[in-house]
């Protein structure tokens, strides 16, 4: 039977798990560190580079938070006129399915000319690449309140902005939290493609450099750092979606 304790062990069994796999794959096939650097090659250079790293890595989080921060803003507002208003939904869906569909990396050349070389492009990029699931979550949850209980509603006395603020947006409270954990992850994403084209700091920027002078562990330390931070923002959000919409998670028994 699964405990809350296992629960709580298991990402960090599984990780370790992982890396140790990892470490004895590299000792025991003498794999290159030029090909793949084992883990405690990979420590050592976040060791050695931790203050470069720690600088860009700052650099990195507050343009993917800024990028994250606008792209929960419109992707509420715009979600809840989506869920709210059905010619809306059928108006602007054909636009913003063919938005999303470009390549982010497509569009940094176009920021690079409006805006010129800076932090605008990666928080533009983190901006467009982290909204769509927010749109798509926040207008599906508004929009599938069941019609029973909207003919209920109406019927007391309810006009469609009290069915909408009153009963979507909490009903879609599960959708958007389970979209931030999707957006915060691409929010990364977008701004180290934008720091790779468009930037002089940043992770992006870092492993570009890297790349080019071929220093290999360097470039995996970058990596496992975007990795570590990207884990560190979805378990934020995760703990603020449990504090505000409790009543939708598991219940112990389920998770068993």
């Given at each position: 039977?699964?405990?809350?304790r296992?629960l709580?062990?298991?990402?960090?069994?599984?990780t370790?798990g992982?890396?140790?796999a990892?470490?004895i794959?590299?000792?025991v096939?003498?794999?290159?560190?030029f090909?793949l650097?084992?883990p405690s090659?990979i420590?050592?250079?976040?060791?050695?580079y931790?203050?470069?790293?720690?600088?860009?890595a700052?650099?990195t989080?507050w343009?993917t938070l800024?990028?994250?921060g606008i792209?929960?803003?419109?992707g509420?507002?715009?979600?809840?006129a989506l869920?709210?208003?059905?010619?809306?939904?059928?108006?602007?869906y054909?636009?913003?399915?063919?938005?999303?569909?470009?390549?982010?990396?497509?569009v940094?050349?176009?920021?690079?000319f409006w805006?010129?070389?800076?932090?605008?492009?990666?928080?533009?990029?983190?901006?467009?690449?982290s909204?769509f699931?927010?749109?798509?979550?926040?207008?599906t949850?508004?929009?599938?309140v069941?019609p029973?209980?909207?003919?209920?509603?109406?019927?007391?006395?309810?006009s469609?902005r009290?069915?909408?603020?009153?009963v979507g947006?909490?009903?879609?409270?599960?959708y958007f939290?389970?979209?931030?954990k999707?957006?915060?992850t691409?929010a990364?994403?977008?701004?180290?493609?934008?720091?790779q084209?468009?930037?002089n700091v940043?992770?992006?920027?870092?492993?570009?450099?890297a790349?080019?002078a071929?220093?290999?562990?360097?470039?995996?330390a970058?990596l496992?750092?975007?990795?570590?931070l990207?884990?560190v923002?979805?378990?934020?959000?995760?703990?603020?979606e449990?504090?505000?919409?409790?009543?939708?998670?598991?219940?112990?028994?389920a998770?068993a």
């Amino acid at each position: 039977m699964t405990t809350k304790r296992h629960l709580h062990l298991a990402p960090w069994i599984f990780t370790l798990g992982f890396f140790l796999a990892w470490e004895i794959i590299c000792r025991v096939l003498k794999v290159s560190t030029f090909v793949l650097p084992a883990p405690s090659t990979i420590a050592q250079a976040i060791w050695e580079y931790r203050n470069q790293l720690a600088f860009h890595a700052m650099h990195t989080l507050w343009m993917t938070l800024a990028g994250f921060g606008i792209a929960v803003a419109f992707g509420l507002l715009l979600g809840m006129a989506l869920g709210a208003s059905r010619l809306i939904n059928a108006g602007t869906y054909p636009l913003l399915v063919g938005f999303n569909s470009i390549p982010k990396v497509a569009v940094v050349p176009i920021l690079v000319f409006w805006f010129g070389v800076g932090w605008v492009p990666p928080v533009m990029t983190a901006f467009l690449i982290s909204f769509f699931p927010i749109v798509v979550n926040v207008a599906t949850g508004i929009a599938t309140v069941e019609p029973e209980m909207e003919d209920v509603l109406r019927a007391l006395g309810a006009s469609k902005r009290d069915i909408v603020f009153k009963v979507g947006v909490p009903r879609a409270m599960p959708y958007f939290f389970g979209s931030l954990k999707v957006a915060i992850t691409l929010a990364y994403v977008g701004s180290v493609i934008g720091e790779q084209n468009a930037s002089n700091v940043g992770i992006g920027n870092l492993l570009t450099r890297a790349s080019a002078a071929f220093e290999v562990p360097l470039v995996w330390a970058a990596l496992v750092v975007l990795a570590v931070l990207g884990v560190v923002m979805y378990v934020i959000t995760a703990l603020i979606e449990r504090s505000m919409t409790g009543w939708a998670q598991r219940s112990d028994m389920a998770a068993a």
